[in-house]
């Protein structure tokens, strides 16, 4: 190994999320859960917070949003292929002499929610969000944190549409994956994965999604690869791979064109003619697994969350006990205008607590001795600034919740 690639790895090993995660206490892992992670305080506001963004712009975008329960009768795994294709990670079990099966994927579930009432052309595009907890059965040397693990919440959606909006749907999934990256200093490459092995359908249906998905990426102007043989099953794929800050790539977001799985589920819509049609649909995600993906930010930013997502945004470190009382009146004051804030009651001289929270990455430090307390000021320092903290002086309150505020929306 050159000096070069040590360097590389030393930072890597900085930056390593399972290390992180446990010193910045936002998860845990258990031997009693291998591959199923446990979540702290800190780390769920972070998942809530990667979720509420998520619903945001899916809400903007006309999404709705459906829950479908986690375990489903082997009958249904059967019908959709997942049991002939994919029952080796799958966890199975038996209820009143019938077998089921703990879902590793949403689509099926979607299927029935849309099979459950009639359809008209005059509703499509219908896009259905589903923030799904799935679980797959890895292999236990497989397992990586929140990387690779055998429990995660995937941000799906299935849109349902008729082939005239196939192209422009595409379109619109690939530019809500370009937004949402781009918010978090992504960039990322594309690779287009075609017919495996082991899959299902016609070579007609297989040529006309593969065509349909080279149009659109071609149509919006993005570079793309070929992946020869890497669709699912059921149809080819377009992969998103987002670029981290040490340069590595991560497959996340992906969109995949499905004419199988409407037919298995035998689903139609009446069209402006009166007759029975067939939609066709889109599988997709944006994250992909929402906990790999914040294992993923967690080594990407080092642990250095910006405000919108730090699950604390301020400390507060009183000088000395008499500072408490005061303090506490601060965090009341943040806390009304919905900014995440701790005080640091450690009974330590103020040098280790300014230390403790710069190793938490907190972005706002507040130290409030005597002479704030006596002009009802704070003592403001940025972590951002000159050598992880620059000093930002005394200022009013309100005048740093509206610096804060400024700051968390236009990073959102």
């Given at each position: 190994m050159n000096e070069m690639q040590m360097e590389n790895q030393v930072l890597v090993n900085d930056r390593d999320h399972r290390?992180?995660?446990?010193?910045?206490?936002?998860?845990?892992?258990?031997?009693?859960?291998?591959?199923?992670?446990?979540?702290?305080?800190?780390g769920l506001i972070l998942k809530n917070l990667l979720i509420d963004y998520w619903r945001r712009v899916h809400q903007r975008e006309d999404y709705?949003?459906?829950?479908?329960?986690i375990m489903l009768s082997r009958s249904l795994w059967e019908k959709s292929g997942h049991w002939d294709h994919y029952k080796d990670n799958m966890y199975t079990t038996s209820v009143d002499d019938r077998d089921y099966a703990i879902k590793p994927m949403n689509c099926p579930g979607g299927m029935l929610v849309y099979k459950s009432k009639p359809h008209s052309y005059k509703e499509f595009p219908i896009r259905m969000g589903e923030l799904g907890i799935v679980h797959r059965a890895e292999l236990s040397g497989t397992l990586h944190g929140l990387m690779r693990a055998r429990c995660f919440t995937q941000d799906d959606a299935h849109i349902f549409m008729r082939e005239d909006q196939v192209l422009s749907e595409i379109q619109g999934v690939m530019k809500l994956i370009d937004e949402v990256y781009s918010v978090f200093g992504f960039s990322y490459e594309i690779e287009l994965s075609t017919r495996p092995e082991?899959?299902?359908?016609?070579?007609?249906?297989?040529?006309?999604?593969?065509?349909?998905?080279?149009?659109?990426?071609?149509?919006?102007?993005?570079?793309?690869a070929i992946n020869e043989g890497d669709g699912a099953f059921y149809g080819p794929k377009l992969d998103f791979h987002v670029k981290d800050s040490l340069g590595r790539t991560w497959q996340c977001g992906t969109i995949q064109l499905d004419f199988q799985l409407p037919m298995r589920f035998d689903l139609d819509y009446i069209g402006e003619d009166g007759q029975k049609h067939r939609p066709i649909m889109l599988h997709r995600v944006v994250f992909g697994s929402i906990d790999r993906f914040m294992g993923i930010l967690i080594e990407h930013y080092a642990g250095k969350f910006p405000a919108w997502l730090s699950p604390v945004q301020v400390k507060i470190l009183p000088v000395s006990d008499r500072?408490?009382?005061?303090?506490?009146?601060?965090?009341?004051?943040?806390?009304?205008?919905?900014?995440?804030?701790?005080?640091?009651?450690h009974d330590e001289k103020l040098g280790y607590k300014i230390r403790e929270a710069r190793m938490d990455r907190v972005p706002y430090m507040i130290i409030l001795g005597d002479k704030e307390m006596e002009n009802h000021s704070i003592a403001v320092r940025d972590r951002d600034g000159a050598e992880g903290a620059q000093d930002m002086g005394q200022m009013q309150v309100e005048e740093f919740v509206k610096l804060v505020q400024d700051r968390v929306s236009k990073l959102k």
């Open positions: 290390e992180l995660g446990k010193e910045l206490e936002l998860f845990l892992l258990m031997d009693e859960g291998q591959g199923f992670p446990f979540y702290l305080p800190k709705v949003e459906i829950s479908t329960p082991n899959s299902i359908g016609s070579d007609e249906d297989w040529e006309l999604a593969i065509n349909s998905l080279k149009a659109a990426v071609e149509g919006i102007g993005k570079p793309y500072h408490v009382e005061y303090a506490k009146e601060i965090e009341k004051l943040l806390k009304a205008n919905n900014i995440r804030v701790e005080v640091d009651l």
